[in-house]
């Protein structure tokens, strides 16, 4: 199949409406055709329908000859046939062939060495300005000699069956290496769009030598990089959102022999409770451009409720990252100082700062343990307990012993320290604790991040074995130590012992590992 000729097919059957066409002509089409309003800043507000969150059950990656070597089929990378794809695929363009659609070429990857020239076709008008404001967008002369390496087609509205389609459900998001082709079809998430194109170059990038990182990233006045891994809702985007440092980008990230460089040109910043107070940056980049997903509006005003989460907890913001004042631009700086792993631990049993050593960095990054958050995924509807390998093993094609080797031989090169940061529960588990302070949470950020956190005693979890300060400036000495903010603190060591054999148990599918790494990983007493 000749994916090319195909699309070439479908543009000169039913042209597009606008090829990169601006936002704000975008805006006034998405208005027509009723896919949102506008919200008392200006922001687009659309909904998504039945799926507020990605479905990860409906995710597959064509079973291919060239590349079915190298991925990790499994629960994450679910494989599906050549034939099944193919005939999707033409489904898709047909069901084009007879709807006005809109497409976006553009960019994957800010450092031009290692970029990915992509193009979306897309059947709604907000998607193609989700896209056009989550992706690098080219100049003028770039868009002239164009080549998309990638394609990807979303059609929202054609909708899989099951039975004849070999899907799981309505809703289909494949990517095919081989034909470098991604077709996604009966769900309106646009998030599915952003990570389809990261799981994409989570594929490629380790074979240029790059390690793909599903993680934010910021530098400050003297060049020093900071890396802050972590799933959705650890506060990846509002710990990066920092006004005495520049943004390089708020999730995907590649690490080469240069340095760091953002893999997009916006963000998807979670917005349920957001506040001026509390995140100025991401609450002033919601205006006239941005879209906003799964917000309610007041009926009058328009003005957004952040509080309301009556279609999901997972409300978001995509904008571009230029909406960030001190956002750096081309977003591309040095190699990291500081590392953080981010998790919001809804047991209330980790501390809320650790150091770790480069064995208990891999055990960790390995580990990747955090909490689902309800609205992240589709069913979640309160926090569970996971451990998500590197931090985003839902889009990592290849072994996740890859992605940890390079990051291990990245962290020993460049001499990284690295932190363990919990943004989830004290003083007891989700439902009696409560959610940690975001400004002691930040004062813990910039002790880590200026070099105050190297001058300071440390003592060993009795249960982790992780490295806590004895004392951090700006935060109560007391909450550095999890158990000190339990009531009942029996229970804490119970909570803390379960969880430790949780990781014990996880960390059994790491059968290759060396004994330093493995050993490096919690005391279960």
Known sequence: MDTSSSVGRLFTINPPVGRNLPVSRLVEIALNRREGVLSNTGALCCTTGN?????????????????????????????????????????????????????FEGFAGADNKYSMPIRVINEYAWHNIFVQQLFIRPTAEQLESHQPEFTMICTPGLRADPETDGTNSEAYIILSLEKKVIILGGTEYAGEMKKSIFSVLNYLMPFREVLPMHCSANVGANQDVALFFGLSGTGK??????????????????????????????CYAKCIDLSQEKEPQIWNAIHFGTVIENVILDTDCRVPNYKDNSLTENTRAGYPVTYIDN???????????????????????????????KEQAMYHFLSGYT?????????????????????????????????????????EQHQSKVYLVNTGWSGGPYGI????????????ITAALNGDLEKVAYRPDPVFGILVPEAVNGVPVEILTPRNTWEDTEAYDKT????????????????????EIRSAGPNIK
């Open 237 to 266: 985007t509002t710990l990066s959102a920092d006004p005495e440092r520049s943004l390089i980008g708020d999730d995907e990230h590649g690490w080469s022999e240069n340095g760091v460089f953002n893999f997009e040109g916006g």
């Open 496 to 515: 803390a012992n379960s969880l430790a054999e949780s990781f014990r148990q996880n960390f059994q599918r790491f059968d290759d590992v060396s004994a």
């Open 371 to 411: 909490s689902k958050l309800a609205g992240t995924e589709l069913g979640i509807r309160e926090p569970q307990a996971t451990f998500s390998t590197c931090f985003g093993e839902p889009f990592l094609p290849l072994s996740p012993a890859v992605y940890a080797e390079m990051l291990g031989n990245r962290i």
């Open 51 to 103: 799926y507020t969150g990605r479905s990860p059950k409906d995710r597959f990656i064509v079973e291919e000859t060239s590349v079915r070597s190298q991925i990790a089929w499994g629960e994450v990378n679910k494989p599906i046939s050549p034939e099944t794809f193919n005939k999707l695929y033409q489904r898709a363009l047909a069901y084009l062939e007879t709807k006005e659609y809109f497409v």
């Open 433 to 444: 604790g409560k959610r940690l302070n975001l400004t002691f949470t930040r004062a813990m």
């Open 327 to 357: 956002a750096l631009i081309p977003s591309l700086a040095g190699h990291p100082r500081v590392v953080v792993f981010l998790t919001a631990d809804a047991f209330g049993a980790l501390p809320p700062i650790a150091k770790l050593t």
